[in-house]
């Protein structure tokens, strides 16, 4: 089936630098790529809508400036977390329409990525 | 303030019995709904999908649909230890792929 790859699995930044997350489509072509955000013992939470070849949909409440994506192809999204605070440790997860079954997209999930701030 | 409700648990359930979880959700015009296993640390892996009222049934897996009263709900047939995880019910309300989650329901299988 299709594989949505995801990396890096675990990272550790200190406070103020940038960290960028790949999610990446294994052996199909991604138009659209949705973040999550997890926090401990929370439900995830939609980010932003990555859009192959446009800037991506934020939702409300998600700082565009400091969450940056991109979908420059078929196959890559990013998620770049700039100047990142300890409040920022979360665990991110990319995924993509992988299929289409009763009038619905169908999602797989990449792997997820722990980043901790310190 | 769309919204998707689930008892977070822990749902303590014996091995070989029934776990049944639960899922309410508030926008009507919802047209997707499905479920999700999370095992601690890791991303979901989808499990069950429902789209019409009724009963679904996959294996071990049972999902039920009840569009009038907003509810959604899973059964585990023959419970495992390997079924202990969170399960996060999701819901999609257009064909873009936009899931809202539930904080998730933990499910614990007691040998």
């Known amino acids: 089936g299709a594989v949505v790859s995801q990396h890096p699995s675990r990272v550790i930044c200190k406070s103020g630098t940038s960290v960028k997350i790949e999610c990446r489509s294994l052996d199909f072509q991604a138009t659209t790529m949705f973040w999550y955000r997890q926090f401990p013992k929370q439900s995830l939470m939609l980010m932003a809508t990555?859009?192959?070849?446009?800037?991506?949909?934020?939702e409300q409440g998600v700082e565009k400036d400091k969450f940056l994506i991109n979908h420059a192809s078929l196959t890559l999204s990013t998620l770049t977390v700039t100047s990142a605070h300890p409040e920022d440790s979360s665990f991110y997860i990319c995924?993509?329409?992988?299929?289409?079954?009763?009038?619905?997209?169908?999602?797989?999930f990449g792997a997820g990525s722990r980043l901790t701030v310190l | 303030q769309k919204e998707v409700e689930q008892n977070s648990g822990p749902l303590s359930v014996p091995e070989g019995a029934i776990a049944s979880l639960n899922c309410t959700y508030s926008?009507?015009?919802?047209?997707?709904f499905f479920w999700y296993r999370q095992y601690s640390g890791k991303s979901p892996e989808l499990i069950m999908s429902i789209y019409s009222n009724g009963d679904k049934e996959d294996g071990r897996f049972t999902a039920q649909l009840n569009k009038a009263s907003q509810y959604v709900s899973l059964l585990i047939r023959d419970s495992q230890p390997s079924d202990s995880a969170t399960y996060l019910c999701a819901v999609r309300g257009d064909s873009w792929g936009k899931l809202q989650f539930g904080a998730g329901t933990q499910v614990v299988v007691t040998p």
């Open positions: 926008d009507r015009v919802s047209q997707s």
């Open positions: 990555s859009n192959e070849g446009s800037k991506a949909t934020y």
């Open positions: 995924s993509a329409v992988t299929g289409f079954h009763s009038g619905a997209n169908v999602l797989t």
